[in-house]
């Protein structure tokens, strides 16, 4: 698999979702990516990242920086 950035008009939303589910792809919002990184953080505290760690994963993830 290979992951896209897809910005369009919120009008647009519901046929793209309809057309990807028909092709079988996994559309997620980055909120979404986030919220499964955290869970997976906090899944495992052996391998815990700091706050700030966690931090600089959500700006790469939500603000590309």
């Given at each position: 698999?290979?992951?896209i950035v897809l910005r369009?008009?919120?009008a647009d939303v519901a046929m793209?979702?309809?057309f990807a589910s028909r092709m079988g792809w996994i559309v997620e919002?980055?909120?979404t990516v986030i919220?499964?990184?955290i869970k997976a953080c906090n899944?495992?505290?052996s391998n815990a990242l700091s706050e700030?760690?966690?931090q600089a994963e959500v700006n790469a993830?939500?603000?590309g920086k």
């Open positions: 698999m290979e992951d369009m008009p919120s793209v979702m309809q919002k980055p909120s919220d499964h990184f899944a495992n505290p700030e760690e966690i993830v939500r603000y």
